[in-house]
């Protein structure tokens, strides 16, 4: 089992440190994400997704299972949390708000580098799947939850998935696989889409760090903790039971898998937030200042978190 201490310096310092570049660059420079966004969104991505999950280690029951897997957890932490939200007396565009971040974790931006750094080549290939299929539920489900919010077209907003090549990436690349098209690993081609694709983890974690110094939290920050508490002790429990009831044949499959279902709140929601509730306020605090102040407050709460849940999940005796 490693210690504290070295889970901190191999797994979460490399990640907050790169985090905090960005973060500090925003405050230095006057930096428009939007193009870095664009280029993620549209090549470094794509190419990531592609190249990882054409190569994977992972078998085609892996593939099955994790997939699975991420719709049963997503569908499970939705309803949990609706329901505590209507335990809470939580209605209208913040009872919608509550479910976008209590359901959608950062798994991309951050689960996918945070599996490269804890647990291989392998952390990598589950994490670069679960997150592909968790960023098709993101920008379906996720985009229908929000536009209750709004008055927007449900259809309009649920047609945008189709704008982004996260779809057609994962379709690509099961259908390579399917075909036994792949091209060798060590390909002109494969090697320069493994370029691309190892560009998006540090591009990914210098755009978060932009995008948290950018958030409205201050006036919202007594709002986020029943959220922030949602995230890491019932989503992560959620996504235990479910490894477990999957029973992934690989040990560190089903660690990543329960690892990236522990992440704080991911960035969608507050782009969904401004899009479709930007006038709604609730006390005195508007729904977007809601959603962003839960993402700052759940990202920073993580370093601790996520340290402890590497750490018992890389011992082996939670799962």
Not at 45 to 67: K, M, Q, Y
Not at 110 to 123: E, K, S, T
Not at 149 to 174: C, T
Not at 236 to 243: E, K, R, Y
Request: hydrophobic share 55%; aromatic share 8%.
């Amino acid at each position: 089992m490693e210690s504290v201490t070295s889970v901190i310096a191999t797994s979460i310092l490399p990640i907050f440190l790169i985090i905090s570049s960005g973060f500090l660059l925003s405050h230095w420079q006057e930096i428009d994400s939007g193009p870095l966004n664009t280029l993620t969104l549209f090549v470094l991505n794509p190419g990531l997704i592609v190249h990882s999950i054409t190569l994977t280690e992972l078998g085609t029951d892996a593939l099955f299972r994790v997939s699975l897997g991420v719709c049963l957890f997503v569908t499970a932490v939705l309803a949990a949390s609706w329901a505590l939200g209507k335990a809470l007396g939580k209605q209208d565009s913040l009872l919608y708000s509550f479910l976008l971040i209590a359901t959608f974790g950062n798994t991309g931006a951050l689960g996918i580098p945070l599996a490269d750094f804890a647990f291989g080549d392998l952390g990598r290939q589950t994490a670069v799947l679960f997150a592909a299929v968790h960023g098709v539920l993101v920008f379906t489900v996720g985009l229908a939850i929000a536009s209750n919010s709004g008055a927007h077209s449900r259809l309009g907003s649920l047609k945008r998935v189709f704008r982004y090549p996260l779809v057609y990436a994962v379709l690509l690349a099961i259908a390579a696989r399917t075909a036994d098209v792949v091209p060798q690993a060590d390909s002109a081609a494969m090697e320069t889409l493994g370029l691309v694709g190892d560009s998006a983890i540090p591009v990914m974690l210098v755009i978060l760090g932009i995008q948290l110094s950018e958030t409205e939290y201050r006036s919202a920050l007594s709002m986020t903790v029943t959220p922030t508490l949602f995230r890491f002790l019932l989503s992560p429990c959620l996504g235990l039971v479910i490894a477990l009831g999957l029973g992934f044949q690989n040990a560190t499959v089903a660690q990543v898998f329960v690892l990236l279902t522990a992440m704080p709140v991911a960035v969608a929601p507050v782009i969904f937030s401004v899009e479709f509730a930007s006038d709604t306020s609730v006390g005195g605090v508007t729904i977007p200042e809601y959603v962003s102040a839960t993402v700052f407050v759940s990202t920073l709460v993580s370093i601790p978190v996520l340290t402890i849940v590497v750490t018992l999940l890389q011992s082996g005796t939670v799962i």
